[in-house]
């Protein structure tokens, strides 16, 4: 059993606590993305404990994911408009071990750069076959795999003609939504990566590489889709940026 900062005993479970990297990951407040101002904390970030309740429920496991939920070419009548393109890899931990059995989350924008969301009015065309989300779990070894459409650029008025580089949002879950983390995966050799400001808010070079995908030859699916890989590493010197739960939107 714990004790209080008293030395009494205590029902409290003490979980492991990790020291942010601000080097890599994005601060909560960018001034060059405008719209953090509005959501980050104005105050010092307060440590709430995490009891049973919070670190066991709900469970997130396989039986939350349907068959065809990693395919988000297949969720409707008809097939999606688009380049289609196969997404897989791996998620570790720090030293490199496979993170298995853990509930993995996409959400994009479709091939014209429009999310099928209320708040999405970029007069760009919705397709009626993509709805522009999936989940999977990942295997004994770590591995994950999703098959889908290349989501296209879209403006957001972020500051003057402003675009943003194609990319896939990931959400990883624990075994409870308190261990969840969000990251973006872009394509690589984007001509809009320079200016940005939500990819070159990750201030390391380095760190802002681990979000981009590799091509991967070896898994296309001849004359049908192309494939790209995308390691997530949770934590350690080789860790994917992650967002702040506060950058959890749309863009």
Known sequence: ????????????????QYERDDASHPALD???????SQRSPLRPLQLLPQNLT???????????????D???????????LGERIVVSGRVVDSDGKPVPHTLVEVWQANASGRYRHAGD?????????????????TDENGHYRFVTIKPGAYPWRNHDNAWRPAHIHFSLFGRAFTQRLVTQMYFPGDPLFYQDPIFQS???PKARERMICEFDLDSTI??????????????GSHATPFEAEEDDDDD
């Open 1 to 16: 059993m714990s004790t209080d900062s008293i030395g009494n005993p205590s029902d409290r479970l003490i979980l492991p």
């Open 30 to 36: 960018t001034p060059e993305y405008f719209s953090t």
């Open 54 to 68: 919070e670190i066991t429920g709900p469970v997130l496991g396989h039986e939350r994911v349907g068959e065809t």
């Open 70 to 80: 990693h395919d988000l070419t297949v969720q409707h009548e008809g097939e999606p």
């Open 121 to 137: 009015r970029h007069p760009a065309p919705l397709d009626p076959n993509f709805s522009g989300v999936g989940r999977c779990m």
């Open 202 to 204: 990750v201030r390391d």
């Open 222 to 235: 001849p004359e049908w889709a192309l494939a790209y890989h995308f390691d997530i590493v949770l934590r």
